[in-house]
């Protein structure tokens, strides 16, 4: 196949903003039966018959994301992940979202239909709706804004507060991938910079690569856990890093936690990228971000029906507040274990 | 009093992200029975017993405020209100907000700290409730996003659609002030820049001014109408001017409509300011956003309910879709209306 070398480029104020909506959102298909009104009004209309879950998100380029190495259309599925994430980590459904972008003329509609199919095949994959928006231009960087909504029965609904001495911590999946995901993409930006003619060196880090610019969600998690009857005390996502999730639930629940690290579950090739990159995997474990896996606390009786899960790992216990929030290292020492989640704020 | 010459500024890396959202968050009270969880969680918990209502808007710096006249504070307060206006658009109660900001490490805390009180300011005047939201850095300028949720029973909602032949086009309070307003403001701008010396010649234009940098949504609207037993058959809010928001609610009805030069309700001060720009007033309430007044239709029997109203103006009526959407001059001239509405993406 010969390549096209020059793809179309058409400048959004060609379309203009309503044109720009109208060429995105073709696609888009109403698929809950909650959603009465979608885009095209002054506002949507939703008719949920139990709780109404709300959670938004803003994703900045420079700041989230650098568009040098992140796909469009990764990005934009992403941006819809993050957010069904917490609605997840409340034990709810997700059902619509809104979208918002500010985008520079420098962007040909072309990449903006781009992030929509990413958007799209998100809203596709967890059978979620979009249901509204803006698009506005932007004088610097690309911005996206989400907002998640979802529903869930009131006695259903999970919080970060909850948890009980005595209860087990537990995690889905694995962590610290994304986080590594993340080395790996900027050591190959710094040797693009370096020598422009050098081919990426990524075969063996894809599923690095793939936590970072396509994660999921872990809808299935709440799902399973309906299956196995187990209702969670306490459950937030990890965004921020193992460390700072777990501190949110202990202020929120009022308890410390014992950590064990001989329970954190790490994928293989993190460990390898680890070593490569002279890290100790238990740090990436505790302050890597980016892993939207689930962090959970469940009754000691709820033990047997997790135990034999390949998905589930129990990394450790809620212990009275006054022990504070301890990691127990491989050698048997006991660390006090301190937010080292991202602050955006710092450089 | 001796003015303080060295304001505090605290850089918001010293409070972090978290710090940050206790900081600005602290003074806001829930105050709707129907906000079940607000700001803490990974998701707010809402119970509506009708249908929700949801809308949201990006303002951007550069493109929709100029922080050189714009204060904090009135963003503040206007990027809440004119989100609540969607939802009064669709003649439903306003509830609950979300509020995300990126913003640059250039802002001290003592900004947000003004931008957050103009927010709390407008949650309060229109009992509304911020229930979440996300705070990031910024590589450059400011963006604020907000979503806004309100509830109405199915029935009563009101939309685009629904203006049928015959039907009266009626518009709440004056037009074409906020756009004066901004011309004032770019005026001064440049005087200023010209000679930092000058002090402002503004007080003439007072309404002009707080329509532009403070306006109101019309929940006084709803209510009113509800008093006055007036079902409108749809409706729309002015963002961005008069004819655009006419095509709006013909394109989706599948109408036309008749607008009359001489009912188009004008502000004394309008007329003279656009005497004094030389700009024409009837393109100024036409094509002038930023009014967040609404504009509905009623059928033709409801009019002996509204006619004594001050708030409100008949300044047309729905014909046929093969009629079109016209102007009829105060000359008797019919010239077609085109949308000649603000497209962000245009230079």
Same mark, same amino acid.
């Given at each position: 196949m010969i390549?096209?070398?020059?793809p179309q480029r058409t400048p959004i104020e060609n379309l203009g903003e309503f044109g720009l909506i109208d060429f995105i959102t073709k696609n888009f298909e109403i698929k809950q039966d909650s959603t009465i009104t979608g885009i095209g009004d002054d506002a949507a209309v939703l008719n949920h018959t139990k709780s109404t879950l709300v959670t938004t998100d803003m994703l900045v380029e420079g700041v989230h994301f650098d568009l040098s190495y992140v796909p469009l259309k990764h990005l934009g599925y992403k941006a819809i992940v993050v957010n069904l994430s917490d609605v997840y980590a409340m034990n709810a459904r997700a059902t619509q979202v809104t979208v918002s972008i500010a985008i520079s003329n420098r962007f040909p509609v072309e990449a903006v239909n781009e !992030?929509?199919? +990413?958007?799209?095949? &998100?809203?596709?994959?967890?059978? *979620?709706? !979009?249901?509204? +928006?803006?698009?506005? &231009?932007?004088?610097?960087?690309? *911005?996206?804004?989400?907002?998640?909504?979802?529903?869930?029965?009131?006695?259903?609904? *999970?919080?970060?507060?909850?948890?009980?001495?005595?209860?087990?911590?537990?995690?889905?999946?694995?962590?610290?991938?994304?986080?590594m995901g993340l080395q790996i993409l900027e050591r190959e930006k710094a040797v693009f910079k370096a020598n422009p003619q050098s081919q990426p060196d990524i075969e063996a880090y894809s599923y690095l690569l793939e936590r970072q610019l396509k994660p999921e969600a872990r809808k299935d998690i709440c799902k399973l856990l309906e299956e196995l009857e187990v209702h969670p005390t306490s459950m937030i996502d990890l965004s921020d890093g193992l460390s700072s999730e777990m501190i949110h639930l202990c202020k929120h629940s009022e308890v410390g936690m014992t950590l064990y690290e001989d329970k954190i579950p790490l994928d293989p090739t993190v460990i390898t990228a680890c070593e490569e990159f002279n890290l100790d995997s238990t740090t990436i474990a505790l302050s890597g971000g980016e892993d939207y896996e689930l962090l959970f606390t469940i009754k000691q009786e709820d033990f047997s029906k997790i135990k034999a899960n390949p998905s589930l790992s129990v990394i450790g216990h809620v212990v009275d507040a006054s022990y504070g929030i301890n990691l127990v290292t491989r050698g048997g020492e006991q660390i006090p274990i301190k937010a080292m989640g991202w602050n955006s704020f710092q450089e």
């Open positions: 390549e096209d070398k020059s !992030l929509y199919e +990413g958007i799209h095949m &998100a809203c596709n994959t967890y059978g *979620v709706d !979009l249901i509204g +928006g803006d698009t506005t &231009a932007s004088r610097s960087g690309l *911005v996206i804004s989400v907002t998640a909504i979802g529903e869930q029965d009131a006695g259903k609904i *999970v919080r970060r507060k909850g948890a009980r001495e005595g209860d087990l911590l537990v995690v889905s999946g694995d962590i610290g991938a994304a986080y």
